[in-house]
DNA sequence: TATTGACCTTCCAGTAGATGGAAGGTGCAG
DNA sequence: CTGCACCTTCCATCTACTGGAAGGTCAATA
């Protein structure tokens, strides 16, 4: 099937999946007239990433998984292992995100918003801590 | 002063500095030698846009509240409706990541994590939705 | 048959926000 | 005068795409 069904089917961007090709994360076949050819298996395999992308894994990890994936004898520890850290990962982002909403949202109660120019958001940013 | 001091005191890594230079976020004077030489007021306005960073604002969004920092006819709104919209961003992100974070660790909790292929990680990634 | 429009292709550039490194100038101590 | 720690600019690299230009292909219609 063209580009464009697999991008239907996968819900990628045509683009993102040319993407993908060009970094070796999928290999299509091309037809007679130079346009990609994509099996199911293709489908499959970009379903695959599309999934672990939606769960955050980077692209190189995506790799991986893929390759642990299309390989029967993995130990599923490998893909264990791959996963906490990558919930580790995702945990230290919330923390940090937590963080900057509980300052950035003090701030905000703090400011008055009117056409005054005294403002605590820019005093705190100023190195005020008050 | 030499940038190395002014890194010292704003926390910012020297090549960060030149970079802010380099986009027009700070324009510190130059001395004979061609050496940039950071006045306090350099050094209290990259201490502003690193704390702005660590809060995660936008480079951007640090450009504009450099400027209503420095216009003291400024009207709090403005500086507000900036915060406000950031703060949306981050609790979009929060919600975004949270949800990664309760898919992965059920997963990570189905698997095994030993020496056998079987894998609810991958199964799940492969679209098996059990 | 000619043409239109929707596909497809490659290639190049740009995004955010730095960071790394090379090549070379400067300043100061011993 | 030599060494070393600074400083400079410039270019490349990172992540994960995305946009757009220039041009080839295919199928339906006038």
Redesign the pocket.
């Known amino acids: 099937m063209?580009?464009?069904?697999a991008a239907k089917r996968t819900g990628l961007?045509?683009?993102?999946i040319?993407?993908y090709e060009q970094i070796d994360l999928i290999s299509p076949t091309r037809g007679?007239?130079?346009?990609?050819d994509f099996s199911f298996e293709d489908v499959q395999l970009l379903h695959f990433v599309r999934r672990a992308?939606d769960l955050g894994f980077?692209?190189?990890d995506c790799r991986t998984l893929l390759g642990l994936y299309t390989d029967a004898n993995r130990a599923s520890a490998e893909v264990k292992s791959i996963a906490q850290n990558h919930l580790s990962e995702i945990d230290a982002k919330i923390e940090q995100l937590n963080a900057m909403r509980e300052t950035l949202s003090h701030l905000v109660h703090c400011c008055d918003g009117d056409s005054r120019p005294t403002c605590p958001i820019l005093q705190n940013l100023a190195g005020d801590s008050r």
Do not use: M
């Open positions: 063209n580009i464009s069904d961007p045509a683009k993102t040319r993407y007679e007239n130079g346009y990609r992308r980077s692209v190189e």
